[in-house]
């Protein structure tokens, strides 16, 4: 049996899991993992410039493409505690990554030592395992297992623990000995989805509410196929968002309390059932539950068996992966239509579609300075299909998952349930070296932007161009919104007169600068007809520097986004759309002039 550190170990068991690619900081603990990947030189390193940056670029990179696994690395103590807001983001939204800490040596972990902090016992909460690995020999079991638990059931983050004694002690290992570990996947049966089918059936406004587990299982296309053999409307959520395109006919909107639309939220009202598939009924989804539930019935998939009825319990439950349910639903809806015992939906789906066109909230706005809406409407015009979206919370994201527009899966990377600020750049990072040759266009408020903006440094080191469009009403928006059932302004204004740059106009930070100082390009805009030509012009930098590059969009201080608490009373602020020119690049718009342009 060859002998080898048992790290050299792990890093050949990463390398036959599939990582090509690790984020992460250096430091003196976690050396010898830094000296097994030099020596092996096959798996390329992002070097962070804080580790909780590392973390969410591990979880941009997995959520890019299917089968990816982020992998943050870092020292012991601080590190380690730097990467639990990624770990938590993470278990939240059932992202794998895996997260790899180094540890004082073992004889001293209970001494006080440097940087020795039991990592393992602050991330068990947020990881589907976390360890610290005491006895070399079980280093590649270890990681075995993390393997097998990330990708197994729900998927979710693991932290594997290192102390530098356990990294540098020599084991007997052979990595063609080595096999990663059947993966566990629950399956819908034949009965199951009978019975949901007939639910189905029985219903007359039925809809279908797509979740992120829809994205994860890799299942967009078996979802679109089952919606079309149905004819059934598709809500998706947040997490879903892309895994129907937005101008596909069935896609009747997302409903909830703040990334929604007005149709989104009428259709799931006007439905008498709803199958939701690989979603966990978020709370800004479904809004006061009474509200949600009353007049129809619920049919839940989930991969996670105490998932089901912890929210509200359904009539039905289905213990599955969304991809496995997804594939027998189509096999038994296809059987079903060709003995003809599929009802026709075609009066329904208008209805939805009718909605789609009509129930519009303006985005046209010409005001100086720029109103947030006409922002949106302008990166519909800049950004095509292709575009990969990132986006973490605040008002800039709310509107963005009302105003844009997402055409597939895995373009919409959203920390959706943790929201972490500053997730938005490390993330959008991450995306960029998963799919280099992707159009990245990151979105942030101006205090997300700020929370790891050092992390432009990495874009610019590593050659990872994108576009981030910050969106500066010099305010915590969000908050300062919520702030009004306080009747306060409290602790909520990033403003303040810059002594360097007066030209900022009290508006606090200069962002080009700090852009530009940290070797990125950055563009800023005041004015709504600037914007469009400023996109354009960051796609020619993007290409000509390949580095990140900034547009920042000074809007106006305060606008109130639409929002609620109960999906049937949103609070619009602003007018409604009452003729197209108000909405010129809502998805109905958008078709209608897709379909004239054919004629
Ligand atoms: C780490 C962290 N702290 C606090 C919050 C609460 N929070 C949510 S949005 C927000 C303000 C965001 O401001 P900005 O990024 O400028 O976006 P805006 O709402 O102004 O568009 C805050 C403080 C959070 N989500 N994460
Ligand atoms: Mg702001």
Not at 20 to 36: D, E, K, L, M, Q
Not at 61 to 77: D, F, K, L, Q
Request: charged fraction near 20%; glycine fraction near 8%.
């Amino acid at each position: 049996m060859p002998r080898r550190k048992a790290i050299e170990a792990a890093v050949q068991i990463l390398q036959r899991e599939g990582v090509r690619h690790a984020f992460g900081v250096p430091g003196a603990a976690i050396n010898p993992f830094y000296a097994a990947l030099r020596e092996r030189g096959a798996i390329a390193h992002i070097l962070a410039r804080h580790v909780e940056g590392a973390s969410h670029m591990a979880e941009g990179y997995t959520r890019a493409r299917a089968g990816n696994i982020g992998v943050c690395v870092g020292t012991s103590g601080p590190a380690g505690t730097d990467m639990i807001t990624g770990l938590y983001s993470a278990a939240a939204d059932s992202i794998p990554i895996l997260c790899i800490t180094g540890q004082a040596p073992t004889a001293r972990l209970h001494k006080e030592d440097f940087q020795a902090v039991d990592i393992a016992a602050i991330a068990k909460p947020v990881a589907k395992l976390a360890t610290t690995v005491l006895e070399p020999a079980q280093v590649p079991g270890a990681f075995q297992q993390a393997f097998h638990l990330m990708r197994s059931g729900r998927p979710g983050p693991v932290l594997i623990d290192l102390p530098f004694d356990v990294q540098m002690a020599e084991i007997d290992f052979d990595i063609d000995a080595y096999e990663p570990l059947p993966v566990h996947k629950p399956a819908a049966t034949r009965a199951q989805v009978d019975k949901a089918l007939d639910m189905l059936e029985a219903a007359e406004r039925p809809l279908l509410v797509a979740g992120g587990g829809i994205i994860n299982a890799d299942a967009a296309d078996l979802l679109v196929e089952f919606a079309e053999l149905l004819d059934v409307p598709v809500i998706p959520t947040l997490m879903g968002w892309g895994a129907i395109p937005d101008d596909h006919r069935l896609m009747a909107g997302m409903a909830g309390l703040q990334t929604a639309q007005r149709y989104g939220n009428a259709n799931l009202l006007a439905s008498d059932l709803v199958l939701g598939i690989g979603n966990r009924w978020a709370n800004r989804h479904t809004g006061g539950l009474e509200v949600y539930r009353r007049g129809r019935r619920f049919v839940h998939v989930d991969i996670e068996p105490t998932q089901i009825g912890r929210v509200f319990p359904p009539d039905l439950g289905i213990v599955s992966d969304a991809g496995l349910a997804l594939q027998r639903f189509v096999d038994v809806a296809r059987e079903r239509r060709e003995a003809g015992r599929l009802a026709d939906r075609s009066g329904w789906v208008e209805e939805c579609a009718e909605r789609k066109r009509t129930m519009l909230r303006r985005t046209h706005f010409d005001d100086i300075p720029v109103k947030p809406q006409r922002v949106y409407e302008e990166m519909n015009r800049a950004f095509g299909r292709d575009t990969r979206y990132v986006s973490t919370i605040g008002l800039s994201q709310i509107a963005g998952g009302q105003f844009l527009h997402v055409y597939r899966p895995r373009h919409w990377v959203n920390a959706g349930q943790a929201g972490p600020l500053g997730w938005t750049l490390p993330a959008a990072l991450g995306v960029c070296v998963a799919d280099p040759e992707a159009t990245v266009v990151a979105l942030s408020g101006d205090y997300d932007f700020q929370f790891l903006i050092e992390e432009l440094a990495v874009g610019a080191q590593f050659n990872l161009p994108y576009i981030h469009v910050l969106v500066n009403n010099s305010y915590l928006g969000l908050i300062r919104q919520a702030q009004q059932a306080f009747d306060m302004d409290y602790c909520v204004q990033l403003s303040f007169d810059n002594v360097n740059s007066p030209e900022v106009g009290g508006y606090g930070v200069d962002h080009v600068k700090v852009a530009e100082g940290l070797g990125c390009k950055a563009l800023r805009v005041r004015t709504p007809g600037e914007i469009l030509p400023a996109l354009e012009e960051a796609k020619k930098l993007m290409a000509e520097f390949r580095v990140p590059v900034v547009v920042e969009i000074i809007l106006e201080r305060v606008t109130n986004i639409s929002m609620g608490t109960d999906i049937d009373s949103i609070v619009e602020f602003e007018e409604l759309a009452t003729r197209g020119e108000d909405a010129p690049t809502a998805i109905s718009a958008l078709n209608l002039k897709e379909m004239q342009f054919l004629d």
